[in-house]
Nanobody, 123 residues
Framework: VQLQACGGGLVQAGGSLRLSCAAS????????MGWFRQAPGKEREFVAA????????YYAGSVKGRFTISRDNAKNTVYLQMNSLKPEDTAVYYC?????????????????WGQGTQVTVSS
């Protein structure tokens, strides 16, 4: 599986962005998908995850209520809608795929990673 993330950019605090992650392959619904982020000088952290069917989602406390993860299995794409952005959301955002279709909140089980897309939120 190859993952291609896009949609990052520069936005003012309070603004919105939608990230997309397109996956290769024909069994996309078999993969649990997640978004992680890494800010400068910090470790990569979990942001959100969605099950293979899209029916189950999970969020980090810092983004719950502001971010929404979703997927379109017909388009082999997972999305991260980010609203009410804050300067502390500034980071490189990575999508990841797990060969199990369940929600996973830790890095280790993920088998495939995208290249990352930069999100910068100005105050």
């Amino acid at each position: 599986v190859q993952l291609q993330a896009c949609g990052g950019g520069l936005v003012q605090a309070g603004g919105s962005l939608r990230l997309s992650c397109a996956a290769s392959g024909r069994t996309f619904s078999n993969y649990g998908m997640g978004w992680f982020r890494q800010a400068p000088g910090k470790e990569r952290e979990f942001v959100a995850a969605v099950s293979g069917s899209g029916g189950v989602t999970y969020y980090a406390g810092s983004v719950k209520g502001r971010f929404t993860i979703s997927r379109d299995n017909a388009k082999n794409t997972v999305y991260l809608q980010m609203n009410s952005l804050k300067p502390e959301d500034t980071a490189v955002y990575y999508c990841a795929a797990d060969r199990s279709p369940v929600v996973v909140t830790h890095e280790a089980p993920y088998d495939y990673w995208g290249q990352g897309t930069q999100v910068t939120v100005s105050s």
